[in-house]
């Protein structure tokens, strides 16, 4: 099965690249801004979209995610708003989007017909923080059926044994978390990150993106001289809180400038 | 085939482990030294000592005759868990966690919870054993219930108010559940009831499970027979899971009694397995109070341990087989069940307790004379005071 998001890693890789995944919650700070923040998103250089839905009880998110989810959902966010914005950003960009979602909201909705309006209306497949791939069997059926990428969550702490399931798991890319924490902006990424990217690809993963606590150009760069990408969240969140869709075209630059660097 | 024998991570399609990577780890690492407690004789005598010498075990069953009289049919036994060190069954647990804790080496123990009737066990069982102590409390919680973030100050517990989502006991499982991500290395995340990621459900039922081997011990030596119901409250359902275990195999009705708050027909209620659907919270597959999108709905009773939107997965599974039933209380009839079992028997109960002690006068009345109810007296009403003071107009100047 051909996966766009392998696709646009593996373009990147051959240029001497990695790439700049860049996140933000649907419906904020409403559905409207939302879609300029992601096409500005795409438009100053991210390679693939993670997009958020908002969920009351995000167990993964730090401070600044939190506060835009729960903005979203004070907002009256729907689950049917999602494919609006995705159907709205696709038609202007061909950036892939990923949908990052707690489980549940899947689950409501019913997860076979997610994974069809999902792909019906452009998006390419689900990020899941709180599913693994134990409990992951009506996923991967509904992921194979309509064709979309399945990317789940390797940390420092997962034995071997797991992040062989997680690789097996995956299509898109495994998403390695940086250290043992939650998002949000940190001063320096964690050491943990190069080993357990080294360790995924020791066992055989063949792209891995690195997340959670990524802000700055020189960590992009750095994330990048050893894994396929770098994920970066909160950060953005803060700029589209602070300056609307302008403050994220102006933060995705900078990252940008962390690619880029790799190849003086 | 036995019902008590279900170990998890799985009840029916319920339960499991719906949480971050980060997180299997440790769930792995509490699950091995677990198993292993469960058949190690050194904890277990450690363990049954602790209940035996500071709890306060065994606890002792109380018929409540002029309670009992005021339905005029069921007899009623009252299993006085409020008897317990700390006021309530919460202790039964944390002591059992905690020095599986200190097994692993952890040092630091954190909880969540509503009342502050956990943040206060856990906070005595840190102090006990000499470890660190961060209880998460929802921030309307920490003011609706300021002398229990007093006590857990007294015993050395930082209490971190939590400021996000509708700052309630599920937001405070929320924010103990990120602490846990990030110091998984040397903390142990004490949850209160058995609700959770596998092994909490079964680890925290089995470490209630004592109230219901004492009790059905107990009934059998007193009367020779075995009650015709077990009943108790359920908010997350560790008290209920407590008690009712020990019975699933045996031929008794098994009755937990949700906080109706307003009403069942109210949009204020905390009614899970009646009013919610099958969905995932706090990492397991369970019933939930849910909007159609799979948000999850605030619930809303007049007694903070039993304000929870979520249920333990076992009570899920137990519900749809028919096997245990579950009946709404308002706060108005669980306030009247407070005042009716402080003025017959003189033992103030805890409102959540209260739930169970109106429902079992509720089913005393279709029963007769000849059959027994066993009510799970699962917490004291100390803590209550405020509430009720202002409730029944006992101080001046509020009603």
């Avoid at chain 1, 700070?29 to 997009?51: H, K, M, N, R, Y």
């Avoid at chain 2, 006990?128 to 920490?142: A, I, K, N, P, Q």
Wanted: glycine share 12%; with cysteine.
């Amino acid at each position: 099965m051909s996966s766009r998001v392998e696709s646009v890693i593996d373009v990147a890789r051959a240029d001497g690249r990695g790439v700049l995944v860049g996140y933000l919650p649907a419906g904020f700070p409403d559905v409207q801004t939302c879609i300029e923040a992601l096409i500005a998103l795409s438009e100053s250089g991210v390679d693939i979209i993670e997009l958020g839905v908002p969920y009351s009880d995000p167990v993964m998110d730090g401070v600044v995610i939190q506060r835009a989810t729960n903005a979203a959902l004070d907002g009256g966010f729907r689950l049917a708003q999602l494919f609006e914005i995705i159907r709205g950003v696709t038609a202007k960009v061909d950036t892939p989007i990923l949908v990052m979602t707690y489980w549940n909201p899947v689950v409501q909705y019913g997860v076979d017909r997610f994974a069809k309006d999902l792909k019906e209306a452009g998006g390419v497949g689900l990020i899941t923080p709180d599913l693994i791939p134990d409990e992951a069997s009506e996923w991967f059926a509904a992921s194979d059926t309509h064709g979309l990428d399945r990317v789940f969550l390797a940390a420092p702490s997962s034995t071997d044994e797991r992040l062989v399931a997680t690789i097996n798991g995956s299509r898109g890319f495994v998403y390695a978390v940086s250290t043992m924490g939650i998002t949000g902006a940190r001063a320096d990424v964690d050491g943990a990150a190069r080993s357990l990217v080294d360790r995924l690809i020791g066992l055989g993963a063949k792209r891995v993106c690195v997340g959670v606590g990524i802000s700055k150009a020189e960590h992009v760069r750095s994330v990048t001289g050893y894994a396929s990408g770098a994920i970066v969240g909160s950060h953005l969140v803060s700029a589209l809180t602070s300056d609307g869709p302008a403050g994220v075209a102006r933060a995705t630059s900078e990252l940008v400038a962390g690619l880029t660097a790799l190849q003086d | 085939m036995s019902l008590r024998a279900e170990l998890g991570p799985y009840f029916g399609e319920y339960g499991g482990r719906f949480v971050p990577e980060a997180l299997i780890a440790a769930l792995d690492e509490l699950d091995a030294a677990y198993t292993a407690a469960k058949t190690d004789a050194v904890f277990q005598a450690e363990l049954a000592e602790l209940h035996r010498s500071y709890t306060g075990r065994p606890s002792i069953i109380t018929e409540a005759s002029r309670f009992a009289a005021l339905a005029g049919g069921a007899r009623i036994l009252l299993k006085r868990e409020d008897l317990n060190h700390t006021g309530s069954h919460k202790i039964n647990n944390v002591l059992g966690q905690a020095l599986l804790a200190k097994r692993l080496g952890k040092t630091r123990l954190i909880a969540e919870t509503g009342a502050g009737q956990h943040g206060v066990a856990t906070a005595t069982a840190a102090a006990l054993m000499g470890m660190s102590c961060v209880v998460y409390m929802g921030e309307v919680d920490t003011e609706r219930q300021a002398l229990n973030v007093a006590r857990m100050k007294l015993l050395g517990a930082d209490v971190v108010p939590v400021v996000h989502g509708s700052r309630t006991l599920k937001d405070a499982i929320n924010e103990a559940m990120r602490d846990w991500v990030a110091n998984v290395a040397d903390t142990h995340y004490l949850l209160g009831t058995v609700a959770g990621p596998h092994p909490f459900p079964v680890m925290v039922r089995d470490f209630h499970s004592i109230i219901g081997n004492e009790a059905r011990e107990q009934i059998l030596e007193a009367e020779g027979r075995l009650p015709t119901a077990v009943v108790a409250c359920v908010g997350g359902g560790s008290n209920a899971m407590g008690i009712f275990h020990a019975f699933l195999d045996d031929d008794v009705a098994l009755i937990g009694y949700e906080a109706a708050g307003d009403g069942m027909d109210t949009p204020r209620h905390a009614a899970t397995l009646q009013r919610g659907r099958p969905g995932v919270l706090h990492g397991a597959k369970t019933y939930v109070l849910q909007d159609d999108d799979g948000q999850t709905i605030e619930s809303h009773s007049i007694s903070a341990g039993l304000d929870y939107p979520g249920i333990g997965p076992e009570h899920a599974w137990l519900k749809d087989s028919g096997r245990a039933t579950y009946v709404g209380i308002s706060d108005a009839e669980a306030m009247q069940g407070m005042l009716d079992l402080s003025r017959t028997e003189g033992i103030i109960p805890a409102i959540e307790t209260a739930h169970a002690l109106a429902g079992a006068l509720d089913l005393a009345r279709t029963l007769s004379p000849s059959d027994i109810i066993l009510v799970n007296l699962s917490g004291r009403g100390d803590k209550d005071m405020e509430t009720a003071a202002r409730y029944f107009g006992f101080l001046r100047d509020t009603q």
